[in-house]
């Protein structure tokens, strides 16, 4: 079984910190939405799904801490328990979408008690969902993948960004559990080093064949024949098809593309956004320390002007295909992706 990321227990959320990785495997315990929040933006959670179930658990949370005895007084207290979780990382609609979900569920019931009660059971319904979905997402992935490929995965899309299992490397397990024989190169991803800290400690963890490189090489790697597919998760998918996930998804994908390399993305219905246009999705800017430093260890001098966004776009032109739970959509994705929704 792959490592549970997060999950709900006596009233508590109980997550790894993934600050500490790979070194250090340790379990946190919160029972305030502040903690869960602070835990977002300092990514002690991290990845899409993981944020958007957490998101959820910490809502969940709020609700039991809040003494109102009055359902509309509850409701303003989540709201504003939702403003503080919601603002902790703008890119992933995940996050979003698992706040929303316990806003229609509070609003539905009928007094205080009911609310508390169907919030916490509809948040841990949510992350069992995660992961049945992740792996009805990995066994419609693993068609695409033939035995003896090399599959190439950029920043972390695995157990660690759910709840269990993953998205990208969801559909790789899926894809070594149908009985072929699969490789994977993992990117080093720079600045905080999702592939190298995350993706290379589960996917040794599972006895995944995985080697590192630093992102640097993706270019020779694959001029070099040392890599078949790619598949990547993604934090936003607009209707259109253009991907938003992790910096440096784009160079990976346009890469690809020189070297006619499939590219694909792999998510579940929760990560599409089909309102925004590319112009109003808003690409975190995280702080330069990052990148001026490895860990503790300065690596640049100071005083330096850093430009760190978190995330990138790639284009649909660029996707060989976008993996869900509904199904894999190929361009021309406006339709595709429409049809995904239409059998939802
Ligand atoms: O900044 P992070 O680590 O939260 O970014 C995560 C990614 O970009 C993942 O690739 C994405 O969330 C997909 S996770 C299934």
Sequence with gaps: MSLKTVEWKDNSVIMIDQTKLPNILEYVTYTDYNQVAEAIRTLVVRGAPAIGVSGAFGLALASLQSDATEKNDLIS??????????ETRPTAVNLAWGLDKIMEVANEASSVEEIKKNVVAHAKKMAEED????MTMGKNGSQLFNDNDTIMTHCNAGA????????????IRATKDSGKNIKVIATETRPIQQGSRLT???LKHDGIDVSLIPDTAVGYSMANGLVDKIIVGADRIL???HVYNKIGTYQVATMANQHEIPFYVAAPL???DMKSN????????RKGSEVTGIGDKKTAPDGINV?????????PELIAGIITEKGVAKAPFEESIKKLFQAN
């Design 77 to 86: 207290y989540m709201e504003n328990a939702k403003k503080i979780l919601f």
């Design 131 to 134: 992961i049945q979905i992740n």
């Design 160 to 171: 660690l960004a759910t709840v269990g299992y993953g998205t990208a490397l969801g559909v």
């Design 200 to 202: 290379a400690f589960e």
């Design 239 to 241: 209707r259109t098809g």
């Design 270 to 272: 929760s990560t599409f």
């Design 278 to 285: 590319p112009e109003d999705v808003i690409i975190e800017q």
């Design 307 to 315: 430009i760190n966004p978190a995330f990138d776009m790639t284009p």
